[in-house]
DNA sequence: CGAGTCATTGAAATTACTCAACCCTAGTGG
DNA sequence: CCACTAGGGTTGAGTAATTTCAATGACTCG
């Protein structure tokens, strides 16, 4: 498991040019390293958190609650991203954050972060630059969930989970983590868990992808892609 | 109409907290002041943009097009909103941005917007503050349709244009412009024109809202907020 | 006046939801 | 070691929301 500095070094070269000197700066920021049960609240509405989180192991979910109960889940995070960045300068939460599995997070306070903001402006931009990816991604979260039918939105959903998990190294043999069960994957795509069983099965009788326990596995990437409008620009990777 | 610096003014006020030394220094900002008739892209997917730019009169909305041709309007921006800050440190254009009715647009140059932004720390904290408002928006409108249904995300569309319009002064009578067709209104909640009409004659039978030529003319915010479930908190409004 | 855009209506088709039951599997306690 | 339980996952049938298509009406602009 990576240490705080090492992950949000291996993120952000994800999401922008870093010198050296600004690595060396960035694993020098410290934080609290903390392991939460699965399925726990880390952060909740209301909150005025003082630290930014970076995921370490486990998957992690933003997710709101309607007035009639309904969830809707906003972002997946894996391990290396940075679920709450945007802290920095939004003083309440508007939204839950909290485990899916069992996961080991980082906690950086904002006075830390802001020491190294300050020393070295190109880490501000790249810091910044991943909070407004951050908008990007919410904005395909929109498209997706309003324009697509729902074979299509899962295909969409599950090519941007393995194209990210790509990007930092979490994949093999065309399988990623996903450990989400098929009611959150509703919650996410804004469909019922019952309507997501039976467009799982569509997808998988296609032979396209496999999602079982946990694992996805991408049978044919390029038509998965093709049903689903994928274009990964959104994700502005920059690895 | 205001000027590019005055407008730059009033919008950053409702995101945070401005010196009178940090409002001089916004004043300061020089752009080039455009109009362009109505249903015009003013940037394009892919373009990779050195200016920002800032409403001054009209309505301007962000949008993104499918495989298939649907559209899917992504947000609305009034006179003093800000509708592609974001570009300051996101390369490429990921969405298209155009003109709903005739519109004045501000353009700033980046470097001018830079040149700001490092002499007074606490206005890049405000403009950062801002581009994070706008990522919380769309996550809130990734909530509207994927979670509510047709009349609920109706009513909540409409509660957000009219207390937005309300912070800066564009409300007069319970109401505002608000100068879109039912095809974009369409294109925004991810419904069909067709149900778009028959969700707003139910909404206007039940006196809740009146939509016509242009004009959003609320009769009962309170029914309508409870309708929409809107809680203006993820707005972050400052004033 | 005519063309074009936007709004409205109706009926049929489709997509997705609801509800309720059943299955499967992993973990638990006796 | 096995029965029990709980939390997903799966299935079927009926219902509701939304789309589609096609036609008509209203209004504006040149």
Chains 1, 2 share one sequence.
Not at 32 to 55: A, C, F, H, L, N
Not at 144 to 160: D, G, I, Q, V, Y
Not at 163 to 192: H, N, Y
């Amino acid at each position: 498991m990576l240490s705080i500095g090492d992950a949000l070094v291996v993120h952000l070269a994800c999401v922008g040019e870093l010198s050296t000197e600004d690595k060396a700066a960035i694993r020098s920021i410290k934080g609290e390293v903390r392991t939460y049960p699965k399925q726990r609240d880390v952060m909740r509405v209301g909150d005025k958190p003082d630290e930014s989180m970076i995921v370490l192991k486990g998957h992690v979910c933003r997710y709101t609650i309607g007035h009639d109960g309904a969830r809707q889940v906003q972002s997946f995070h894996m391990p290396t991203e940075t679920p709450c960045l945007e802290t920095l300068h939004i003083d309440y939460m508007d939204m839950n954050l909290a485990t899916v599995t069992e996961a080991t997070i980082g906690a950086i306070k904002h006075t830390e972060l802001q020491r190294v903001l300050t020393e070295r402006p190109n880490v501000l931009s790249v810091v910044w630059r991943e909070t407004l990816v951050q908008g990007s991604i919410t904005r395909e979260w929109l498209v997706r969930n309003s324009t697509l039918p729902a074979h299509a939105a899962m295909a969409h959903l599950f090519c941007e989970i393995y194209t990210r998990a790509q990007a930092v190294g979490l994949t093999r043999d065309m399988t990623c983590d996903f450990p989400v069960s098929q009611e959150m994957l509703a919650d996410s795509l804004g469909i019922t868990a019952v309507h997501v069983n039976r467009t799982l099965q569509v997808l998988r009788e296609a032979n396209l992808v496999q999602f079982k326990g946990g694992l996805l596995w991408v049978k044919d990437f390029e038509r998965l892609q093709a049903l689903a409008d994928f274009d990964p620009l959104y994700l502005h990777l920059h690895c």
